[in-house]
């Protein structure tokens, strides 16, 4: 029985102690706090705001061209296909 008491002694001598290894952890933390912007994000915002402006700025072409460009003319019918389409609803070309 004295030898568990013994070990309990040494477990809360041990417990007022940090691993050297998380002491120097929280170092890092902290000088990673005091240099400024994460890399990984600065290249996120460069990104998202190249599609951004890209987005916009085909918006932007588009409505300029709904405004400035006429509108597209429909192909012309060619002759056969009226003379098909007529002979399809039963009306007789004329000459026939």
Do not use: H
């Amino acid at each position: 029985m004295l030898i568990r008491v013994e070990a309990m002694d040494d477990e809360f001598e041990f417990a007022e102690k940090v691993p050297p290894s998380f002491d120097r952890m929280e170092n890092m933390v902290k000088d990673a706090e005091a240099k400024g912007f994460n890399p990984g994000l600065i290249v996120l915002l460069l990104v998202v705001g190249v599609l951004l402006v890209f987005l916009v700025g085909n918006f932007l072409l588009y409505m300029y061209a709904q405004k400035t460009l006429p509108r597209m003319k429909k192909k012309p019918v060619s002759k056969k296909k009226m003379k098909r389409e007529r002979l399809k609803q039963g009306v007789s070309a004329p000459g026939e």
